[in-house]
């Protein structure tokens, strides 16, 4: 049984969940932005290009998307994890916010530090999700 409190006693399973929601999100926007990033290194093209609609993001998946393909249902969960990221993002950021703010004595060094990481990253994908900067990602998976 693992020990995140400074005390000693077992983890609360909200610390577990708050951090795996933190991290999924985070996992799924750098999956689908490394998926981009090397389709447009594969195609030789650039962002504008591989948004134009002439390079699917579905054809990214291995023997295509059918209901027997266990990749296809990877790609359908992480598609669906980063579309919904817009508004859940500020959901599990806020969680974290107060998670953080009523165990932080209790914490160890190493979860505060872990949290702090993961809310950071949170927050910073949310903002770059709904940015100028990656709209031309978002135009490629709405493809």
Partial sequence: MSSD??????????????????????????LILA????RMAGEGVGPGE?????????????????????IGWLYLVV?????FAAFLGPVVATWTVVVLARRWE???????????AALFATVTVTAL?????LEPMNRWLAD
């Fill in 35 to 38: 998926t981009w990033l090397a």
């Fill in 5 to 30: 409190t400074a005390a000693g006693t077992p983890a609360a399973p909200r610390l577990r969940l708050v951090t795996a929601a933190n991290l999924l999100l985070v996992g799924a926007f750098l």
């Fill in 79 to 83: 598609l669906l994890v980063y579309l």
């Fill in 106 to 116: 209790r914490l160890t060094a190493g979860r505060r530090t872990l949290l702090l």
């Fill in 129 to 133: 999700r709904v940015s100028p900067l």
């Fill in 50 to 70: 591989l948004a134009a609609g002439g390079y699917d993001p579905k054809d990214v998946v291995p023997f295509g998307i059918t209901w027997a393909n266990p």
